[in-house]
């Protein structure tokens, strides 16, 4: 059974960083892509960003020049850094990764249990 932990959410004030982490365990294959959601609430889930397998990233314009995500392939892990946060990005942050199960010789979404972020203004 795939597990992802998140971690380093929190609190933080305006202006403030957190850096978000997503680590993939019992994995059987090959992950793809990896990315982060958001949903605030009473909202719809949305994307935040994503990054390939071999790098490539995507950002939802919102959060473009404060966020950066990355990921170290060694570790299964991706990280999403976030600068210049800002009250409107308070919302239950979800790690997805794309794996590829070799054992079942098709890709499957696996999502993280959520870590919240809470911006004050």
């Known amino acids: 059974q795939v597990q992802l932990v998140e971690s380093g959410g929190g609190l933080v004030q305006a202006g403030g960083s957190l850096r978000l982490s997503c680590a993939a365990s019992?994995?059987?294959?090959?992950?793809?892509?990896m990315g982060w959601y958001r949903q605030a609430s009473g909202k719809q889930r949305d994307l935040v960003a994503t990054?390939?397998?071999?790098?490539?990233?995507n950002y939802a314009h919102s959060v473009e020049g404060r966020f950066t995500i990355s990921r170290d392939n060694a570790k299964n892990t991706s990280y999403l850094q976030m600068n210049s946060l800002k009250p409107e990005d308070t919302a239950v942050y979800y790690c997805?990764?794309?794996?590829?199960?070799?054992?079942?010789?098709?890709?499957?979404?696996?999502w993280g249990q959520g870590t919240q972020v809470t911006v004050s203004s």
């Open positions: 997805n990764v794309n794996l590829y199960r070799t054992d079942l010789g098709r890709t499957y979404a696996y």
């Open positions: 019992r994995t059987t294959g090959r992950i793809n892509k």
């Open positions: 990054i390939s397998s071999d790098g490539a990233t």
